[in-house]
């Protein structure tokens, strides 16, 4: 496609319930990151694959969030028992940049999910 | 660790007015940095980068950012702003060194608006 795509664009959930946010990366892109943006502040790093593998998974806040990615193309976010706390847009990126590859390119962004957790 | 900071929440200026949003960044190798733009409901879009090289790099739109090594900042600007450059503005910087990893650090942002 032309560009990165996320789905659902919003999603409500009730406190415990698990979700799963689906990004599909600009074709042929080595690399996938997921951010966290809460309201009013800038995007956090939550993890990066470069296709398959998770090479960096550091920014998860707890064990209850899950990602993966296995065909190394389309990536899901996976958050169980979700709470208040949860709320955010997530963000996935991605580049055609990657370890061994020229780190120069710049991440592109989809639209993101903005998860509401009531 | 890296960081970003952006000192301004908000920039206002007039329709014509030059415009400067301001970036810090701090990283323990060299740096590499990135200025987006998110619109209400949307992605964030690049704008322009700096890799290595000339220190003034022009970018989408009309944007401009100068590196200043020193100072350790990356400002971005632009000579008359526009109505329709009113969005949120994001610094970015991601540390050249391998173990830092690929991923970007952003500044909370600096909301701009541009009035006629």
């Known amino acids: 496609g032309a560009g990165v795509s996320q789905s659902p664009r919003y999603k409500v959930a009730k406190r415990g319930q698990d979700v799963a946010l689906r990004c599909d990366p600009i074709?042929?892109?080595?690399?996938l990151f997921w951010y966290q943006q809460a309201l009013g502040q800038g995007p956090e790093f939550l993890t990066y694959?470069?296709?398959?593998?998770?090479?960096?998974k550091s920014g998860l806040p707890s064990d209850r969030f899950f990602a993966e990615r296995p065909e190394g193309s389309v990536s899901t976010l996976k958050i169980q028992r979700t709470q208040q706390e949860d709320s955010a847009v997530y963000l996935c990126?991605?580049?055609?940049?990657?370890?061994?590859?020229?780190?120069?390119?710049?991440?592109?962004f989809g639209p993101g999910t903005r998860l509401t957790v009531l | 660790a890296q960081s970003v900071a952006q000192p301004e929440d908000q920039v206002n200026v007039a329709e014509g007015n030059p415009l400067t949003v301001k970036c810090t960044y701090s990283?323990?190798?060299?740096?590499?940095l990135f200025w987006y733009v998110q619109y209400p409901n949307r992605g964030l879009q690049f704008l322009l980068k700096?890799?290595?090289?000339?220190?003034l790099v022009k970018g989408s739109y009309g944007f401009e950012a100068e590196f200043n090594k020193s100072q350790t900042s990356f400002h971005l600007k632009k000579p008359s702003a526009l109505v329709s450059d009113s969005a949120l503005y994001f610094c970015?910087?991601?540390?050249?060194?391998?173990?830092?990893?690929?991923?970007?650090?952003f500044g909370g942002g600096t909301r701009v608006l541009v009035k006629p």
């Open positions: 990126a991605s580049s055609a940049s990657g370890q061994g590859i020229s780190p120069y390119n710049e991440q592109f």
């Open positions: 074709s042929g892109h080595v690399s």
């Open positions: 694959f470069q296709n398959e593998a998770q090479l960096d």
């Open positions: 990283v323990s190798g060299n740096p590499y």
């Open positions: 700096y890799i290595t090289g000339d220190n």
């Open positions: 970015a910087v991601r540390d050249i060194l391998k173990a830092a990893g690929n991923k970007l650090t």
